[in-house]
């Protein structure tokens, strides 16, 4: 019990997706596929450091790592 709000809302959501169209900028889609759209970022790889820093739990760890 309770599903009937969600599946709803689904159902609205699929209606909305199938029946209206976004607006799509033709010079803005062009320019990116040429190569000129906005640059992409990179993950963790692009920081400067050691990979104790990236790790967020590294702090926690009880130095045994045979896991």
């Not at 709803?8 to 976004?22: D, I, M, S």
């Not at 990979?51 to 790592?65: A, F, K, M, T, V």
């Amino acid at each position: 019990m309770g599903r009937g709000r969600a599946k709803a809302k689904q159902t609205k959501v699929a209606r909305e997706l199938k029946y209206n169209t976004p607006q799509t900028d033709l010079e803005r889609l062009q320019a990116e596929l040429a190569g000129g759209g906005a640059p992409t970022t990179r993950l963790s790889s692009e920081r400067p450091g050691t990979e104790e820093d990236d790790d967020p739990y590294g702090s926690w760890s009880d130095g045994d790592s045979r896991f």
